[in-house]
């Protein structure tokens, strides 16, 4: 599959990590605010694919508690051999090298076609202030 195609995938089936598959029961989905963010199909570094869905989930809860989160918020950083996907300065979800080789990229431009998706889905489900509470109603 080359680089293209993964594009299409990794939005429509989520984005893919490291090592072991994950179950068909979706313990590596990320869904927040009716949204489904990504699926991680892999276990790493002896952490399991459910732990790392939660964990990703925790982080976008503290990330999406901010109303005014933007698409030019999400970045795509070097890490080593890895990138790493932040939102306003928080670690997201980092893209390991042998994530990449698994779908035929770089890290970097792994982690650019994962941030497209985020940067169109984040913001739309990010949590807005209460009209009436901002009014004094």
């Known amino acids: 599959m080359n680089l293209k195609h993964f594009v299409v995938a990794a939005v ?3 984005a893919g990590f ?3 598959t994950a179950n068909a029961d979706s ?5 927040v605010g009716g949204e489904h ?7 790493a570094n002896g952490i399991s694919i ?3 869905a939660e964990a990703i989930t925790d982080r976008l809860t503290r990330i999406l508690s901010d109303p005014h989160l ?13 990138a790493v996907i932040k939102v306003k300065d928080r670690l997201l979800v980092t893209v390991d090298a042998q994530t990449a ?10 982690g650019e076609f994962w941030a497209q998706h985020l940067r169109v889905v984040l913001p739309r489900v ?7 509470e901002e009014h004094g109603k």
């Open 101 to 110: 080789r698994f779908n035929q990229a770089k890290p970097m431009a792994l």
């Open 12 to 14: 429509l089936a989520g």
């Open 126 to 132: 990010n949590v807005k202030p209460n009209p009436n």
């Open 27 to 31: 313990d590596g989905d990320v869904n």
């Open 70 to 82: 933007k698409p030019s918020d999400i970045v795509v950083l070097p890490s080593g051999k890895d």
């Open 50 to 52: 459910k732990d790392r």
């Open 18 to 20: 490291c090592s072991v």
């Open 37 to 43: 963010i990504l699926t991680v199909r892999f276990a």
